[in-house]
């Protein structure tokens, strides 16, 4: 088994870079995977696991190196943490990645191979689909290890979390607008959704029954033109051009980082709701900027809580009505957030963190782990 773990006899470059990172944020683990066979290069990380085992999804991704998609795993683990403490689930907060160009290099030995390297954590990290993932790669992995969820329905599983995930940043969408314009209405709303993903054509196609008028990016043509064959009123634009939209509404759906120094200058909207994860490219900096500007941003990890919610249940015996019922919740939830922001004068980012982390504080203080 060709393993690497983060452990007392890692050298001190590699101690430098990985666990002073994993000590800003509190990480307890993070497992560093590679076997030569299969082409299999992967990192595993466990943020939090006080709630309950870390439940997050597998991206795979053509990283840049090994540094960004270290960087990637580590913000999208604490952030299932937030995640699901805000969403009231008996969940902690874990993320793995694979890099490798998911239109290309898919094989089921590597997933499969993916799938032992998840059993050895002995059930404390259980993966899903995330980008660049699908059901079939969760068969796969289901292969070797009982530690994966979003299996297809026919499996006893809860199939595509996608639509789920789309309903829940509806729902915290619309919970923007009533605290933005004071109505929850999308009729004539002018939402910019970047990214035509899963996750991105469900909103598209919530958004347009309510009326909102669309436009819609992606960085792949096919994607976009079979959703614009499916919703023709919608108005595609070049990934670049969706920062100037005339619009009331931006809804980041595709990868995070989107909310930075330059596109802050050219954004003209009143709210940011997307399903994108780690959308402020720099928390502290950018979550007061957009304040700053007069915009309300609705934390990406409190309102794309739709698909861990619909894993969940998966795990207790899948009833999807009543995950979407839950799902509905962070309509509620947000307007709490929202308002918790405005009373204390804090970025909405900082408030929602400050929710998910006193639910987890207390019960660590009643000796409460997983």
């Not at 890099?99 to 094989?107: L, M």
């Not at 809580?305 to 799902?327: D, F, M």
Request: one cysteine or more; a negative charge.
């Amino acid at each position: 088994m060709n393993e690497v773990m983060v452990n007392a006899s890692t050298k001190a470059a590699t101690t430098d870079l990985v666990l002073g990172r994993m000590e800003n944020h509190d990480h307890e683990e993070v497992l560093f995977c590679y076997d030569r066979p299969t082409g299999l290069k992967a990192i595993i990380a466990i943020h939090d696991t006080t709630l309950g085992p870390a439940l997050g999804g597998t991206r795979m991704w053509p990283y840049a190196s090994e540094t960004e998609a270290l960087n990637d795993v580590l913000r999208l683990s604490r952030g299932m943490t937030y995640k699901s403490s805000l969403a009231g689930l008996d969940l902690g907060g874990g993320k793995a990645v694979i890099i490798g160009d998911a239109r290309t290099q898919k094989t089921e030995a590597m997933f499969r191979r993916f799938g032992q390297f998840v059993d050895s954590l002995n059930g404390r990290y259980i993966t899903a689909e995330d980008v660049g993932m699908s059901t079939a790669e969760m068969v796969n992995i289901q292969k070797a290890t009982r530690n994966v969820a979003g299996l297809p329905e026919e499996m006893g599983g809860s199939g595509d979390p996608s639509p789920v995930t789309a309903y829940g940043v509806y729902c915290g969408l619309k919970a923007a607008a009533k605290t933005a314009y004071g109505s929850d209405a999308l009729s004539g709303r002018t939402v910019a959704v970047q990214g035509a993903g899963n996750v991105g054509k469900g909103l598209v196609a919530l958004l347009v029954k309510d009326g909102a008028k669309v436009y819609l990016t992606d960085i792949h043509d096919d994607k976009l033109a079979a959703i614009k064959a499916e919703f023709p009123a919608i108005t595609l634009v070049k990934p670049d051009e969706i920062y100037d939209v005339d619009m009331d509404i931006y809804s980041p759906c595709a990868l995070g980082a989107t909310v930075n120094d330059e596109t802050l200058k050219r954004l003209k909207c009143s709210v940011i709701a997307g399903a994108a994860n780690n959308q402020l490219a720099d928390e502290a900096v950018h979550g007061k900027a957009v304040m700053e500007k007069g915009i309300l941003y609705a934390p990406d990890f409190l309102i794309n809580a739709g698909g861990i919610i619909n894993c969940a249940w998966e795990r207790k015996g899948y009833n999807r009505k009543a995950a979407l019922r839950q799902t509905e919740g962070i309509y509620d939830t947000a307007q709490r957030i929202f308002k918790a922001s405005a009373e204390l004068g804090i970025p909405t980012y900082l408030a929602a963190n400050q929710a998910a982390e006193d639910r987890i504080s207390s019960m660590r203080a009643a000796g409460m782990r997983f």
